[in-house]
Every structure is written in C-alpha cells, then in structure tokens.
Nanobody
Framework: QVQLEESGGGLVQPGGSLRLSCTAS????????MAWYRQPPGKQRELVAT???????NYADSVKGRFTISRDNAKNTVYLRMDSLKPEDTAVYYC??????????WGQGTQVTVSS
C-alpha cells in the first residue's frame, strides 16, 4: 500500500511560480511511474504531466514549456515546478503513482489558485 502526500499548493498571482511536491511512503518508489493530474472547478480531472520510472517525461499541451516534472528516487518524491501560471491553471492538483504489477495510488490533492 502506497501513501502519497502532496504539498506546496497555495494562492499565487498570474505569472507567478509554485513548486508542488509529492512524497511517497509504503512502497518502492523507484518502480512506479509518477504523474500529476488536476481538476479545475466544475470540470473533470485531467492529466498534467508524467515521469516514468526511467525518467522520461511528458506534458499536456496546455502546460508545455511552463511546467516541469521531476523525481528524486532517493527522497521518494516527485515534483511539479509551475512557472508563468495562468488563472486557468487553478485546480486541485493530485499526485498519482502507477505500476502494472502493484497498481495505482492517489494523493489527497493540493489546491492551487492563480488570481490577482
């Protein structure tokens, strides 16, 4: 059983930056592909970025060039650096871990609000 705990959300002005962190416990972090999802108000959850256990990353078109996902296996942590934030980035951001063998897990979410 993997537990994921996000942190780093908050209120930021348009054009600002935030770094989200997600720390895992209860499993072998390095074997999981990791991802960040978000759910804007009144909308469905959507994929933001992924980083494989091998370190390959992919991004939704809406965040390419602005967001950077990274992982530190020694710290059991995945990060999402968010720059040039826009009001439409406002959402609850969720951390996700996935393994074909060991299953899928979610964090509880952290709120990001981009507003002046």
């Amino acid at each position: 059983q993997v537990q994921l705990e996000e942190s780093g959300g908050g209120l930021v002005q348009p054009g600002g930056s935030l770094r989200l962190s997600c720390t895992a416990s209860g499993g072998i972090f390095s074997i999981y592909d990791m991802a960040w999802y978000r759910q804007p108000p009144g909308k469905q959850r959507e994929l933001v970025a992924t980083v494989t256990r091998g370190g390959n990353s992919n991004y939704a078109d809406s965040v390419k060039g602005r967001f950077t996902i990274s992982r530190d296996n020694a710290k059991n942590t995945v990060y999402l650096r968010m720059d040039s934030l826009k009001p439409e980035d406002t959402a609850v951001y969720y951390c996700n871990s996935y393994s074909v063998i060991f299953g899928e897990y979610w964090g509880q979410g952290t709120q990001v609000t981009v507003s002046s």
